[in-house]
């Protein structure tokens, strides 16, 4: 039947925002059968439940992967480690996994360290759909739609596998490019840890003034944007910093001589410096945006 | 009677977006018989007369403050001493002047050093309106309402003066707070000044990369609202940075000791660190834009 879902059996581990949205997608576009959820506390699990995001709740891990079509890992990066050694011993020949990450060097070097000759099955992937909103209840079938997600497939893939995920993620609505990990992690470490980095330095910065309560009440629009994302989960930043240190050492590293650079042209009163730094930088946001809004 | 105009005749240097939305606010209110406006361009003043911001255009500038009421000084800081020079020797004893600069150290400066005896008619004003738009045509009549406008009034000001000031910001609606012009221009370095700065820095440091493109392909809505204040004017933010270097460069060498901290704390993978700095930057980021919200 030319109709009949691709994916039979999935399984997701942590059904919150990533992995659920990404499960009522493939039910949106009717390309799966059954989906089962893995996830840390039963009251996750029973509001996925509710919402229709999972069929079942999983028992045995090992069991649910042996005859699932795709598995996605869509727990904190932290977590995947322990995840991939409690599956890989257990995943069937056609099974092939995919992850919801935001850093990939690592998730790479635990896949490569746990899925052992399995390794081919494991397709990373990054989706850029970050929200500020978590958990089961914001999932939905649309959350990918004209998303890109970033896949950096590995040398073992084959290309079958490396064409299961990557329909995968497109019947979700997504647009799927591929980066290699390093790559990946260069690209995210610039225009996605930093900036977070950078915002969460600033508000810090001025709440632990004493006189805090001055500087934050004459705070306007432009600050609120420019600190948006510091209101971002601590605990989630903190493993993507550390999981991605090196390149983000490095990003943070340019980044402090652009200050000093700055710094020194403040100091000599230097006005076109200043000026052409900026009309760069306006150029270049407005190139963005526009080509954004196309 | 009761309800006639608090003022008569109000002359507007500069009827772009700060002058030309004073303007209509207080003729909104109508609490203004007659605005007088000086542009650069005669088609600024031409816009502002069929946009019914400006009653007619101004010739002779000290002519016309000769018998203002209020005058506004709503130019860009750079333009404002030649203004204030051009206006001392023919401002009426009961005219009172403000501006709508962002910075107030060097504005009140200049003032010092142009309006002589007549420093106490000066009251200076910053209102908190910043918009993308600029010109004329982004003027309106509600853009002041229930933004703040800090005033940093000079110990020369008479308390008459300044009412008469204060009241002109609360017609078109503002919130009007008092500070010290240094105290304003620290805060102001701190919440406003400092995220340009930054904001501009890291897009000019993706925009000089030869692979730029690929990095921005990848930036999503957290790039994007960190980045919006890096579309801002570079010339406006030149002139702003110039103004308030002393202030500006205290904030900034803070803020580098402080990505230092973040170096090291990622460098030696100190996780409690860097989770405790995004937390207390969370909760401040929270409180300060609940406060907002209510």
């Given at each position: ?20 949205s ?31 995001i999972?069929?079942?709740a999983?028992?045995?891990?090992g069991?649910?992967v ?6 996605l ?18 995943l069937?020949?056609d ?7 935001s ?22 992937a990054?989706?850029i759909?970050?929200?500020?909103n978590?958990g ?7 959350l990918?739609?004209?998303k890109k997600?970033v ?7 084959s290309?079958l ?14 647009q ?17 840890h930093?900036?977070?980095l950078?915002s ?12 805090s ?10 600050f ?19 999981a ?6 490095e ?8 200050l ?14 200043l ?13 963005w945006?526009?080509g954004k809004a196309?």
């Amino acid at each position: 039947m030319s109709n009949a879902p691709e994916f039979g059996k999935i399984v997701v581990f942590g059904v919150g925002l990533i992995g659920g949205s990404f499960a009522l997608g493939l039910k949106a576009a009717e390309q799966v059968e059954e989906v089962v959820g893995f996830g840390r506390s039963l009251a996750t699990l029973t509001q996925a439940l509710d919402l229709g995001i999972i069929d079942r709740a999983g028992a045995n891990a090992g069991q649910e992967v042996a005859d699932a079509d795709l598995v996605l890992i869509a727990t904190p990066v932290g977590q995947m480690p322990e995840i991939m050694a409690r599956i890989a011993p257990y995943l069937g020949p056609d099974t092939v996994v995919t992850d919801g990450g935001s850093t990939k060097t690592d998730v790479v070097a635990a896949a490569r360290e746990h899925f052992g000759d399995k390794l081919g099955q494991f397709v990373p992937a990054h989706p850029i759909a970050g929200a500020e909103n978590s958990g089961a209840a914001a999932a939905r079938a649309d959350l990918y739609r004209e998303k890109k997600v970033v896949l950096t497939p590995l040398p073992e893939n084959s290309v079958l596998n490396l064409a299961r995920v990557r329909s995968a993620w497109e019947w979700c609505g997504a647009q799927v490019h591929q980066l290699l990990p390093s790559e990946h992690d260069r690209v995210f470490a610039a225009v996605s840890h930093l900036p977070h980095l950078l915002s969460f330095a600033l508000v810090h910065d001025l709440a632990v003034r004493e006189n805090s309560e001055l500087y934050f009440s004459f705070a306007a629009s432009g600050f609120r944007d420019f600190t948006r994302i510091a209101a971002s989960h601590p605990e989630m930043w903190r493993d993507i910093c550390l999981a991605n240190h090196v390149a983000l050492l490095e990003e943070l590293d340019r980044y402090r001589a652009q200050l000093d650079e700055l710094h020194d042209a403040l100091r000599r009163g230097d006005g076109a410096a200043l000026e052409k730094t900026f009309d760069i930088a306006r150029s270049a946001r407005r190139t963005w945006a526009e080509g954004k809004a196309r």
